[in-house]
């Protein structure tokens, strides 16, 4: 029998259907897979099985958990099975602990309200937990809080609270999706070890096919609220008998078409178009105590590159590495402790707003979160034409209302868009929207820091397409900011792996990630999912 | 309090706001002491300028609803012109402190660094002076008057509309919009005009209804101690204080001004919360 079954499962939110039609099962001991894009209701599905809906949420169907009929249970019931028999593991590590509780005090917590042990009890038994996902006692003690510990640090926690009572079922909703690629390896060989030591299920809710490839026995795919296709993982994936299987596999390993860089200009002959030369940053450190001398953390390590006109490059490495901070010294938003930035052979480090304008028309920049890099209150027209600010003749109105819809035009979006307000579109066309805003000024850098690491895969596809695009017919050089090495196989020709401030690799794009020398670039590699591979390996496994 | 609008298009907005019960409630509260403000400019039903002694101490009836006064003088015209002098001075007392406040505010949200520090420390000294004890010495010293009144308690209002005005301006200055206005050669002041203000601005209406309902409640204090309006200007708190000897003979001459101060401060209140629950979707949620 089945520990979990769940039999055409609907659910409605004022007025609005989010579940159609769900029907899961789940053996005991199974990595079950559940996959769809954002709004298919995943997590809908993963909170209904937890009791846990929002408020005004009506569910239909069936949900049976080990004996128990869940849709009817009463609150009592579902509190003691909740956190003892099903844990739950969430996407943001950040905002899932209590940040005014210990560590030890959030395991021991749940052990103690389930079980009633005693203190002591509870706190041994959340040693001996917090020991197994990997936060052994003498580096990590129990009174840590959670902000002394990095976001897979917190993710273990995480894990150590929902594993402590050994629930029969886990879920995990995108639990690696906050991560950088080496974290996001480490956390799923963690919870693999737990499954396979105490023959829990695990239902992982993800996004990412590889990720699922290579972690689930079985696998269900969602759209809108109903299931496309379920079954063995590695029968579906490498089959892709089903329409939308298919497209969200092509998706996944999607590479633009592109027009070999031959442009005239191109090439190391032609000047440099941005020329970084021992760049450093350091930011000081609080003091630990009153005493203490107040230290420095060096963010960015003596970093020199350059990228050549219509040169798409690529910076990759792993969470707080220092990408980001670089990219805003580049972009003039922060200021370098030392080096130089040249761009278009000025210097643009220490100078005035006013000096940099020339140098700001013609660097632009597209940002990860396409819901936080829109001001909510203004217009489209007047969010893409911002940059507009920079031209030496500020255009009129009329002129500013066709070149913002030229940039929608060119961006694959309709000059009728001109009048909406950003949250009248989706993620992908709102990044569509921020490429607008940045290629109005028609500039010659564009930094994009994760453009896509937010987006749906078949919109990152569709993005990373239009990135490519505007490469080959406006010459655009790019420094595209990753910790996803698909990305920058996909669209850079120049990587350079980026490691506690250093830059530790540079070379071709191809180069560097078939063969990598440095041990940072090999980590993240090793690290990355692939889907192929590991449909390979795993056919290779069931019929040797 | 969210920092993170969404604004829904106006008119979803407009019916989710009055299917507010407190926003409705303390709209329609202020909306008529307000009109009743406004209305005295034109007619009353007495003149309070002309004094009927005959008329003195009555009590309730049709022809006067609320009673006259020790002057013979009609309650419920006295209100009426006691609401104009306290809105007047709320309403210029919130101005001098938005007017001041939110500039220097968002001002050291944007400039940070000592700027910031001198600032904000000098709003906690402004914060340690309990209010209303410094506006009874503004005025002693300064002398008795509506003017200086409003003056006083527009002074202790400043650091209440600075700190909001940073807190919810610092808040955004790391949000990538921000960054992108600034990677477009936005400046400082351009950028507060065109993001920050427009989004920080429910913030500062919410606390605007709340230091209005204080400022009235300040000034009938005011009054009561005779350093607001004064005579013939009636003001609320002035009448509780005409009412306070003659309490026992006639309990109404301080039961209407009293109710007229608590209904309006009630109302002002509820029409806040009502409009933080309306500009914030994540409250509004929770209920």
Redesign the interface.
């Known amino acids: 029998m089945s520990l979990l079954q769940i039999e055409k499962l609907t659910l409605s939110i004022g007025g609005s259907q989010i579940l159609r039609s769900i029907d899961i099962s789940i053996e005991p001991g199974e990595i079950m897979g559940l996959v769809g894009e954002s709004g298919s209701g995943k997590s809908m599905t993963a909170l209904s099985i937890m009791k846990l809906l929002p408020p005004g949420a009506r569910a239909g169907g069936r949900v049976q958990f080990d004996g128990i009929d869940i849709l009817s249970a009463p609150e009592a019931a579902m509190c003691r099975l909740r956190g003892d028999d099903i844990g739950m593991i969430f996407q943001e590590p950040m905002t899932a602990l209590n940040p005014v509780k210990t560590i030890g005090q959030q395991v021991a917590e749940g052990i103690r309200w389930h079980t009633g042990a005693n203190r002591a009890d509870a706190e041994s038994r959340a040693r001996a937990m917090l020991e197994r996902v990997g936060l052994p006692e003498k580096e990590f003690p129990l009174t840590r809080y959670p902000h002394e510990l990095s976001g897979g640090q917190r993710q273990r926690v995480v894990i150590a609270i929902a594993c402590a009572l050994k629930p029969k079922l886990l879920i995990a909703d995108e639990p690696t999706t906050a991560l950088d690629v080496v974290l996001q390896r480490q956390i799923l060989t963690l919870l693999r070890e737990l499954v396979n030591e105490s023959g829990m299920s695990l239902l992982l809710i993800s996004h990412d096919l590889a990720v699922v490839a290579e972690m689930t026995d079985r696998l269900t795919i969602i759209r809108d609220g109903a299931v496309m296709e379920a079954g063995e993982t590695v029968q579906i994936l490498s089959r892709k008998t089903h329409p939308y299987t298919r497209q969200l596999a092509e998706a996944s390993t999607h590479v633009p078409a592109r027009v070999a860089i031959s442009k005239p200009g191109a090439g190391p002959s032609a000047a440099p178009l941005l020329e970084v030369e021992g760049l450093t940053r350091d930011y000081p450190v609080r003091p630990a105590g009153l005493f203490a001398r107040a230290s420095r953390f060096r963010a960015v390590d003596h970093v020199s590159f350059s990228i050549f006109p219509g040169q798409s490059v690529a910076l990759v490495g792993r969470s707080g590495c220092g990408k980001s901070t670089l990219a805003r010294m580049i972009l003039a938003l922060d200021r370098p402790s030392s080096g130089s930035i040249r761009f278009m052979g000025q210097e643009i480090g220490g100078r005035s707003e006013e000096a940099l304008r020339p140098a700001r028309r013609n660097m632009q920049v597209v940002f990860q979160d396409p819901y936080g890099s829109f001001d909510p209150r203004h217009r489209v027209e007047r969010l893409v034409a911002e940059p507009l600010h920079l031209a030496d003749e500020k255009p009129g109105a009329a002129r500013r209302r066709d070149l913002v819809a030229e940039a929608l035009e060119q961006v694959g979006l309709s000059p009728l868009d001109i009048d909406k307000y950003p949250h009248e579109f989706s993620g992908g066309q709102r990044q569509r929207l921020a490429i607008a805003r940045a290629i109005i000024t028609r500039p010659k850098l564009i930094v994009a820091d994760e453009p896509v690491s937010a987006l749906d895969v078949s919109i990152r596809a569709q993005i990373l397409d239009l990135f490519a695009d505007l490469n080959d017919r406006l010459g655009v050089a790019y420094l595209f900011i990753t910790h996803d090495l698909r990305v920058a196989r996909a669209i850079t020709d120049t990587v350079l792996v980026m490691h506690e401030g250093k830059i530790v690799e540079t070379g071709p794009t191809e180069i560097v990630l078939d063969n990598p020398r440095s041990d940072a670039a090999r980590a993240l590699l090793a690290a990355a999912p692939d889907l192929g591979l590991t449909l390979r390996k795993r056919l290779a496994q069931d019929t040797g | 309090m969210s920092l ?4 829904a298009p106006q008119r979803r907005r407009m019916r989710g706001a009055l299917s507010n019960r407190s926003f409705l409630v303390g709209l329609v509260i202020t909306g008529a002491v307000i009109l009743m403000a406004l209305v005295s400019f034109f007619w009353t039903p007495y003149d309070i300028t002309r004094l009927a002694v005959a008329n003195r101490l009555l009590g309730l009836s049709p022809e006067h609803p609320f009673g006259t006064d020790h002057m013979g003088r009609d309650i419920f015209s006295m209100i009426m012109i006691g609401a104009r002098n306290s809105i007047a001075v709320a309403i210029v007392a919130v101005g001098i402190g938005m007017g001041v406040g939110v500039p220097l505010g968002t001002w050291a949200a944007a400039r940070g660094g000592w700027a910031d520090e001198v600032l904000m420390r000098a709003n906690d000294v402004m914060f340690a002076f309990p209010a209303l004890l410094s506006a009874v010495m503004i005025t002693a010293i300064f002398g008795p008057g509506a003017v200086n009144a409003i003056i006083a308690i527009g002074i202790f209002n400043v650091p209440v509309f600075a700190r909001v005005a940073r807190a919810g301006a610092l808040a955004l200055w790391p ?3 921000i ?9 400082k002041v ?1 950028i507060t005009l ?2 920050i203000l ?2 920080i601005a429910g913030l500062l209406l919410v606390q605007g209804t709340i230091q209005f309902a204080l400022a009235i409640l300040a000034e009938a204090g005011l009054s009561y101690l005779g350093l607001g309006a004064q005579p013939p200007m009636p003001s609320w708190g002035r009448m509780l204080f005409d009412a306070q000897t003659r309490i026992a003979v006639a309990p109404h001459l301080a039961l209407f001004p009293g109710l007229a101060i608590v209904v309006t401060v009630l109302g002002l209140n509820l029409l806040g919360d009502g409009l933080r629950d309306v500009l914030d979707p994540r409250l509004r ?1 929770e209920r």
């Open positions: 993170d609008p969404v604004p949000r990538e919009f960054l992108a206005a600034r990677a477009s050669g936005k400046g351009l065109e993001h427009p989004n949620q």
